[in-house]
């Protein structure tokens, strides 16, 4: 199943936000967007996930979602958004709540959300008993559970301290690794951009507009090795240097406000 951004512009009142964004996320792939502070990442995603109606242009998903989907575009919050009186398993089980699923059926997906994310003997933890990778590996799960064909993510490993976000994006690339699922990955953060994606669209400042898409030049299970690293090093620095003065602006814009 694609996922297209069909010319897409969005304005909050007379605030220019999107100005006629493009791109395609065919079925297992990902793919990162990255741009400076408030130009428009966001809001893309929510456009993209049906929670926001585009000013102009379309989000439309195209082909067939894979078997046994239940929501073919799943969001992955920042904030985990967890319910803090339901135990894991609760939590993972919730969006399988009024579906047609038999209730055997929704014990084995829970079950095999929970194996995925490392949490089967969590599943009876209360959220406020975890670490915050633990509780985002819940936000996963959750996610899981509902077999998306693409995961919406939008800074998903902004909340967590560096060692936390290193292990959660080795989980992230496992997850994805036999391409069955696809993701739409919003960041800052050009190395988890240039670990993860198989495209990065780059926007400018607001109105995002796409700059540029840069294709990554090795498959994901390539890019541990050390003889690539420098090659992923490199990629990154070209990314920063399309966005560098842009961001400078961007954050004096905040400051300005
Ligand atoms: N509901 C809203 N109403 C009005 N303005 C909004 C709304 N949501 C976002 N904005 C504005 O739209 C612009 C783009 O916001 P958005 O959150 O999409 O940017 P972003 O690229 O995700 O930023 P960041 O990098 O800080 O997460 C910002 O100027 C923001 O203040
Ligand atoms: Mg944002």
Redesign the pocket.
Same mark, same amino acid.
């Given at each position: 199943m694609d996922l297209i951004a069909d010319h897409i512009s969005h304005c909050? /009142?007379a605030?220019e936000?999107?100005d006629d964004v493009s791109f395609t996320v065919r079925a297992g792939e990902v793919v990162a967007i990255v /741009?400076?502070? /408030?130009?428009?990442?966001?809001?893309?995603?929510?456009i993209l996930g049906g929670l926001l109606q585009s000013s102009a242009g379309q989000a439309e998903l195209r082909g067939a979602p894979p078997a046994g989907s239940l929501n073919p575009l799943t969001f992955v919050f920042q904030d985990f958004a967890l319910l803090p009186w339901s135990t894991v398993e609760a939590n993972v089980e919730f969006p399988l709540l009024h579906t047609p699923l038999s209730a055997a059926e929704c014990r084995a997906q829970v079950d095999d959300a929970l194996r995925r994310t490392g949490l089967t003997d969590f599943r009876a933890t209360y959220p406020k008993q975890l670490s915050g990778g633990m509780r985002q590996r819940v936000g996963i799960a959750r996610a899981l559970a509902v077999r998306p064909a693409i995961l919406l993510m939008?800074?998903p490993l902004s909340a967590l301290d560096s060692q936390t976000r290193e292990l959660l994006m080795e989980d992230f690339i496992r997850l994805l690794a036999d391409g069955a699922m696809g993701a739409v990955y919003?960041t800052?953060n050009l190395e988890e951009a240039v670990r993860l994606a198989d495209r990065i669209v780059v926007?400018s400042r607001?109105p995002?507009r796409v700059r540029e898409v840069v294709t990554m030049p090795m498959t994901r299970s390539e890019r541990g090795s050390a003889e690539w690293r420098g090659k992923l090093l490199a990629v990154q620095n070209d990314l920063w240097s399309l966005i560098r003065n842009e961001a400078i602006d961007a954050e004096r814009e905040?400051q300005d406000a």
């Open positions: 909050f /009142g605030l936000v999107l /741009g400076p502070s /408030g130009c428009g990442k966001s809001t893309l995603l929510s939008d800074e919003v800052h926007l607001r995002g905040v």
